[in-house]
């Protein structure tokens, strides 16, 4: 199944290359005001970190909008600029949320965990430190997919949370695994100047990850008594496989001599 995700999403984002570039430059133009703002303002911290929420507000809002708007592709449908700015919309209360979530870790991060660890330099600050450390990482494995389960599912935000953590529970050693591999696809973005696959890359991986993964819980439903560790891939991607098929690097290269 990990074969087959990573395959598929190669093809996604080769068919929708360009596409993929234009809305990783609209988050690297949306990445400059948490990035160059607050620093103008460290004289005046409330007003630098309010600067700060705003900016990451903007970026949240602006993953929010291209997650709904990648799972055309994942889908294998088509994504116009048109339908990108009329999800803006639907997609504002999920950025929002996502915003505020990532907010508090950056606050936790840049003062709460440094306090604990060298202010009250004792076991009980290392305590601490740790219980929020495990508890963010826990948090970003599981709301990782919150756009994918939000949008996919069409639940309230509530629920999709509540949902987040179900899946990471019930898949943990696959989330992580997600996590690792954005987090290197992230890495590789940095010597591309965040254009491939960059965000929108990592996001499409994701909303494609967890619509693959919801073929289990089909298959589940459908079949009540079965393992939950033995779940038949194989036949329940014949269908995918199909439509996603095979290429070679001619093509890649040349696809209109296919």
């Not at 990783?24 to 970190?49: D, Q, S």
């Not at 929420?53 to 990648?70: E, H, K, P, Q, R």
């Not at 209360?93 to 330099?121: E, K, Q, R």
Request: charged fraction near 15%.
């Amino acid at each position: 199944m990990i074969g087959f995700l990573i395959k598929k999403t190669f093809y996604d984002s080769w068919d929708n290359l360009l596409k993929i570039v234009l809305l990783n430059l609209g988050f690297i133009i949306c990445a400059m005001a948490p990035i160059f703002i607050p620093p103008l303002l460290e004289k005046v911290p409330v007003l630098g970190y309010g600067m700060l929420f705003v900016g990451i507000a903007l970026c949240c809002v602006y993953l929010s909008t291209v997650a709904l708007s990648l799972k055309s592709i994942s889908d294998s449908s088509f994504l116009g600029f048109r339908e990108f700015f009329g999800n803006i919309k639907h997609a504002l209360p999920a950025g929002l949320v996502f915003a505020c979530f990532v907010f508090i870790a950056w606050l936790l991060i840049d003062i709460a965990i440094p306090f604990y660890l060298f202010s009250m330099n004792s076991l009980v600050g290392i305590f601490f430190a740790a219980v929020i450390f495990w508890t963010m990482a826990i948090g970003f494995f599981s709301l990782q997919f919150f756009f994918a389960i939000h949008f996919r599912l069409n639940n309230s935000i509530l629920k999709s949370l509540k949902k987040c953590f179900i899946v990471f529970f019930d898949n943990s050693l696959f989330c992580i695994f997600i996590f690792g591999y954005n987090a290197l696809c992230l890495l590789i973005s940095f010597f591309l100047a965040f254009l491939v696959p960059g965000p929108a890359g990592l996001l499409l991986f994701l909303d494609e990850a967890f619509r693959l993964r919801l073929l289990k819980y089909d298959f589940l439903e459908e079949n009540p008594g079965a393992p939950r560790k033995k779940i038949p891939w194989d036949t329940l991607l014949i269908d995918e496989r199909e439509r996603t098929g095979t290429r070679s690097l001619k093509n890649f290269i040349f696809p209109w001599k296919d």
